[in-house]
C-alpha cells in the first residue's frame, strides 16, 4: 500500500510558475513508475506527466511539453511537477499517481494509487 500526499498548488498569474510535490509513504517508492493527472470542472481527469521508476523515461501531454517538468527524488520517496510559463487552461486539481510492476498505466489513468489532489489556479 502506498500513500500519497501532494503539495506546492495554489493561485498564481499566467506566465508564471508552480512547483507540485507529491510525497509517498512506505519502502517500495523507486520501484513504482509515477504520474501526474489533473483534473478541470466539468472534464475528465487528463494525463499530465509521467516519470519511470528510474527517472530514466518521462513521458508529456501536448498541452504542457516544454513548460512542464517532471522528475523524482527516490531518496525522499518524492516526485516534482515543475510548471512553468502557466496558462488559464492549466488551472485544475492536480493529482500524483503510483503505478505498480508491471506497469500498465504509463499515460493512461490506471495507476493503482492516488493522492487527494492540489488545486492549480492560473489567472489571466
Known amino acids: 500500500q502506498v500513500q500519497l500526499v501532494e503539495s506546492g498548488g495554489g493561485l498564481v498569474q499566467a506566465g508564471g510558475s508552480l512547483r507540485l510535490s507529491c510525497a509517498a509513504s512506505?519502502?517500495?517508492?523507486?520501484?513504482?513508475?509515477m504520474g501526474w493527472f489533473r483534473q478541470a470542472p466539468g472534464k475528465e481527469r487528463e494525463f499530465v506527466a509521467a516519470i519511470s521508476w528510474g527517472g530514466g523515461t518521462t513521458y508529456y501531454a501536448d498541452s504542457v511539453k516544454g513548460r512542464f517538468t517532471i522528475s523524482r527524488e527516490n531518496g525522499k520517496n518524492t516526485v516534482h511537477l515543475q510548471m512553468n510559463s502557466l496558462k488559464p487552461e492549466d488551472t485544475a486539481v492536480y493529482y500524483c499517481?503510483?503505478?505498480?510492476?508491471?506497469?500498465?498505466?504509463?499515460?493512461?489513468?490506471?495507476?493503482?494509487?492516488w493522492g487527494q489532489g492540489t488545486q492549480v489556479t492560473v489567472s489571466s
Open positions: 512506505g519502502r517500495t517508492f523507486s520501484t513504482y513508475n
Open positions: 499517481a503510483a503505478d505498480a510492476p508491471p506497469y500498465t498505466a504509463a499515460t493512461r489513468p490506471w495507476y493503482d494509487y
